[in-house]
């Protein structure tokens, strides 16, 4: 079935390959429908509450705050149906500032991250648009990238710098578009130099999805033209779905001079053994961006560079 796409974007902007079609699992087994509405119903109420109480836990600690939203995050996954996993250096805080950077799979990943490492994420300027998710995302401090101004990337790289620099933690999924998980794309850099700037570590991040603690699955993926509520269906409609979190050994801000290779060493650490769970064959190499202008993919929340 072929893909196509609502809107071209710039040629500079990142995509991935991956779309239903190609990607989603076999038929795997699904709750009774009354479980759904109960996991849907679950997870507004958890939403709301979330929304609710957000001015009274700003007027607290920052170490209280942050365990206050990890466990708001970790509730509205586990409301929704999923089972969460943390492994490797949860309990670890760094002091002061970090660059916290995880592969890229579905709108759940940004609560997952939070769950962990709770900061400032780093988010498409188009999010400050959506409903309630707007509201909550500027409440949160989010750094904003407007993807369609080139020219605006110093100045974000410089906002995140000074953010880590005051002791802040910024969360980036520099993949800059969603992966179905199966394959990674590479990380964009601007972000690592951000955190070379304010000579912080990076925190890499792994995130991935299984079905009964044991094969792997595409069914969380937020991918292609999928909407958030195709996502959300089958998600909530998922029996035994799974998120894996691991948080990997910190780099350290001397250990590389260089962004680039900085991203490729945090790249390799998320990816792994490298090694993809699926056939390649199913998902085919990324296509490059035509003589009309068209681009293979819609891109979701994340930062790129050059």
Wanted: glycine fraction near 8%; charge should be positive.
């Amino acid at each position: 079935m072929s893909h196509s796409v609502s809107a071209p974007v710039g040629p500079w902007l990142p995509s991935a390959p991956c779309t239903p079609q190609l990607c989603l699992d076999d038929p795997v087994p699904c709750v009774p429908v009354l479980r759904r509405i109960f996991r849907y119903a679950a997870g507004l109420v958890v939403l709301l509450c979330g929304i609710v109480l957000s001015p009274l836990a700003r007027q607290c600690s920052t170490i209280r705050r942050d365990r206050l939203t990890a466990l708001w995050c970790r509730s509205v996954v586990a409301a929704f149906g999923v089972r969460v996993r943390i492994t490797g250096g949860a309990a670890v805080r760094p002091a002061g500032g970090a660059l916290v950077v995880a592969n890229h799979v579905s709108w759940l990943d940004i609560p997952l991250v939070a769950a962990v490492r709770p900061g400032r994420m780093l988010a498409k300027i188009e999010v400050a648009a959506y409903p309630v998710l707007g509201p909550l995302a500027a409440r949160g401090a989010t750094i904003f990238l407007d993807r369609d101004r080139l020219r605006a990337l110093p100045g974000t790289v410089a906002e995140m710098a000074a953010a880590m620099r005051s002791g802040s933690t910024v969360v980036v999924f520099p993949e800059g578009s969603t992966w179905c998980g199966r394959q990674h794309g590479r990380f964009r850099n601007a972000a690592f130099q951000a955190a070379l700037d304010a000579r912080v570590p990076v925190q890499p991040v792994r995130i991935r999805y299984r079905l009964d603690d044991r094969r792997p699955t595409a069914m969380a993926a937020f991918i292609g033209e999928d909407t958030l509520l195709d996502s959300l269906r089958r998600v909530v409609a998922a029996r035994g779905l799974v998120a894996e979190v691991t948080v990997l050994p910190a780099i350290g801000p001397d250990t590389y001079a260089d962004r680039g290779a900085l991203a490729r060493a945090a790249r390799a650490a998320v990816a792994g053994d490298g090694q993809d769970t699926a056939p390649r064959s199913r998902v085919p190499a990324p296509r490059t961006r035509s003589s009309a202008g068209r681009a293979p993919a819609r891109t979701r929340a994340g930062m790129q560079g050059r």
